[in-house]
Nanobody, 124 residues
Framework: QVQLVESGGGLVQAGGSLRLSCAAS????????MGWFRQAPGKGREFVAG????????DYSDSVKGRFTISRDNAQNTVYLQMNSLKPEDTAVYYC?????????????????WGQGTRVTVSS
């Protein structure tokens, strides 16, 4: 079982940066692939970025590639999403997610554990 708590959201101007954090608890964090999803107003939830349990393999959606960076610190049980060059279309609630199996995000976007979300608003 993995419990996830996101933080770091807020209001930022276009072109600015934010770093989201996801604090995880549970015995299996260090072996869980972790990811970030987002849901914009009136839209469905979409995959943003994911990484393997070791952090050696990452996946990004085309819309954030080159601007966002996902990383993890297994010693601190934390996953990060560094967001640079933010655009108004990045406005959304961002969710941290974890898989229960060692499966690459490029194979499936299914996640088994979810945080409560943190809101990011990018003004133009």
């Amino acid at each position: 079982q993995v419990q996830l708590v996101e933080s770091g959201g807020g209001l930022v101007q276009a072109g600015g940066s934010l770093r989201l954090s996801c604090a995880a608890s549970g015995r299996t964090f260090s072996t869980s692939p972790m990811g970030w999803f987002r849901q914009a107003p009136g839209k469905g939830r979409e995959f943003v970025a994911g990484l393997s349990w070791s952090g050696s393999s990452t996946d990004y959606s085309d819309s954030v590639k080159g601007r966002f960076t996902i990383s993890r610190d297994n010693a601190q049980n934390t996953v990060y999403l560094q967001m640079n060059s933010l655009k108004p279309e990045d406005t959304a609630v961002y969710y941290c997610a974890a898989k229960r199996v060692a499966q690459a995000w490029s194979v499936s976007y299914d996640a088994h554990y979810w945080g409560q979300g943190t809101r990011v608003t990018v003004s133009s």
